[in-house]
């Protein structure tokens, strides 16, 4: 039991979020850098080398130098064990990031010195309040010309409801940013940019030096000391009682891409997050240090290796000890025990098959299509269910169907297998066959992925006609015929994969005309099922 504490204490499960291009997968690797996961970062837009980011695994992202699917990466540091989880930035993929903030214990939100809060950070910032995942800021590229970092903090603690706490400061920006101040120590870390390795040229100087002006500059100086002295008598005081309620928010300054504060960050937050948290299920509260083992699906991922065309399916484990080919109960599959044969530790798409892992851990496992989102795994025995993942209504609608009729097996196992990861959803009209189907995302970008991957993982390629409904409902009605609804002539009866029914609708006039001329029907923006 010592033993089981012992290395579930030294495990820390985080996600990195941002804005796009806030440089979020290129913090990620800089953390992989140091953990000696990785000896050289690529460069996540380097058009001119066949580098690209290690998180980022699939084609399209290293064409588009942008992440569209969350990365699983575990490496050790300093005597913790470390899950990181690079997350996609751009909005249209934010479903994926959504589910993956229910499998960590805390989030890094990273921001752009020169652009503050944006759009995505604040819808991001949203989902980590709703769960009181405690956030920490790391503010990136002070390297360029930045705004304030009063101005940046103001902003955050205005526009995203959380009080910050500074624990360094930044000397300078852009071409006259000469490193950061530890509040802590009163010390100052002076840094020299190295190309991205690990080992980075750095001097420790005190506050009392005297002869810290001549290594930051006197006007730096001069600055420094006047922010100082604001900061001891206004800023937040660390309370990391706040921190794990989600109310304060410790805040690092410094450049990714040049390593400029980054392994002060790494120190500074290991100690400050926690380990493995308590999770909610129908059963009440599931400690992690239960001597019985308890997991949830949050991400299934096709085709990571394309030479085998398997099918991943992650597990964020919740208590006690996973062990190689143990027995385990599948509780959504009518509690159905099996062996877990092979299970793997990720980088990326980069595999290891292991013997042990622990509660906050993430383990792969082949799945021959039998794991859904949101399911529960847990010891024989125990037949408890964590808490659900939210799905998410689709905004665009697609009619797809496949251009040579002689490949619609492989349309239909592909379509099928990149709708159970969750990108995509897809539904059909009743009593239609699959020669075609309706496709709804999120975001109109998740079109052009789909697209990609039909055509590079099943080849099939495929015709997509764009269709006008905005709004999709479930009909939560047991037993209702869906033909006798009045529905206005541009509403359109589908079903999803499950067979449950839904309406599509262009307008919200269209739902309420639907709700107003049929009494007592039910409808939902999510799925109950």
Not at 129 to 153: A, G, H, Q
Not at 334 to 360: F, H, T
Request: include cysteine; charged fraction near 25%; hydrophobic fraction near 35%.
């Amino acid at each position: 039991m010592a033993k089981l504490e012992n290395e579930i204490n030294r495990r820390r499960t985080f996600a990195i979020i941002s804005h796009p291009d806030a440089g979020k997968t290129t913090l990620t690797e800089k953390l992989l850098l140091y953990g000696g996961a990785i000896t050289l970062a690529g460069s996540v837009k380097g058009k001119k080398t066949d580098k690209h980011a290690v998180s980022d695994w699939m084609e399209i992202e290293k064409q588009r130098g942008i992440s569209v699917t969350s990365s699983v990466m575990q490496f050790e540091y300093d005597g913790y064990c470390i899950n990181i989880l690079d997350t996609p930035g751009h909005q249209d993929f934010s479903e994926d990031t959504y589910r993956t903030l229910m499998a960590v214990d805390s989030a890094v939100m990273v921001i752009d010195a020169a652009k503050g809060v944006e759009n995505q950070t604040r819808k991001l910032f949203k989902v980590c309040v709703m769960r009181n995942i405690p956030i920490f800021t790391f503010i990136n590229k002070l390297d360029r010309d930045s705004k304030n970092p009063f101005d940046l903090l103001e902003q955050i603690e205005e526009e995203l409801g959380i009080s910050t706490c500074p624990v360094n400061w930044p000397i300078g920006n852009g071409v006259d940013f000469k490193g950061v101040y530890d509040r802590s120590n009163k010390h100052i870390l002076s840094y020299t940019a190295n190309g991205g390795q690990s080992e980075v040229e750095k001097v420790e100087v005190d506050l009392n030096d005297s002869s810290l002006s001549s290594v930051i500059g006197e006007q730096n100086y001069n600055q420094l000391v006047e922010d100082i002295e604001l900061l001891d008598g206004a800023a937040d005081e660390l309370d990391l009682e706040r921190v794990s309620k989600g109310k304060l928010s410790p805040v690092f300054f410094g450049s990714a891409l040049n390593n400029f504060g980054v392994e002060p960050f790494l120190e500074n937050f290991l100690k400050m997050t926690s380990s493995p948290l308590p999770r909610v299920s129908d059963e009440g509260i599931i400690e992690p240090t239960d001597d019985h083992f308890s997991a949830f699906v949050f991400k299934i991922q096709a085709n990571m290796n394309k030479a085998h065309r398997d099918r991943l399916t992650f597990m964020r484990i919740c208590s006690g000890k996973f062990e190689r080919d143990m027995e385990v109960c599948h509780v959504q599959g009518d509690g159905k025990k099996m062996r877990l044969s092979q299970p793997q530790q990720m980088m990326a798409q980069e595999r290891e098959i292991i013997n042990e892992a622990y509660a906050g851990d993430i383990i792969g496992v082949f799945d021959p299509g039998i794991f859904s989102i949101g399911d529960t795994i847990c010891a024989p025995g125990k037949k408890f269910k964590f808490d659900g993942i939210p799905t998410f209504a689709p905004e665009h609608f697609a009619r797809i169907r496949h251009k040579d009729t002689m490949k619609r097996k492989q349309f239909v196992k592909g379509a099928t297998q990149i709708a159970q990861e969750g990108a995509i959803q897809i539904f059909r009209e009743p009593e239609s066959g699959y020669e075609e189907v309706i496709v709804g995302v999120v975001g109109m970008l998740q079109f052009e992925v789909f697209e990609h991957r039909m055509k590079t993982e099943y080849n099939v390629e495929i015709i997509n006609e764009g269709l006008p409904y905005q709004f999709i409902r479930w009909i939560d009605n047991e037993g209702l015929d869906p033909k006798r609804l009045n529905l206005s002539s541009d509403t359109k009866i589908v079903q999803d994969f499950k067979g449950n029914y839904l309406l599509l609708f262009t307008s919200e006039w269209n739902i309420r005309w639907a709700l107003e001329k049929n009494e007592g029907l039910e409808l939902s923006e999510f799925n109950k099922n």
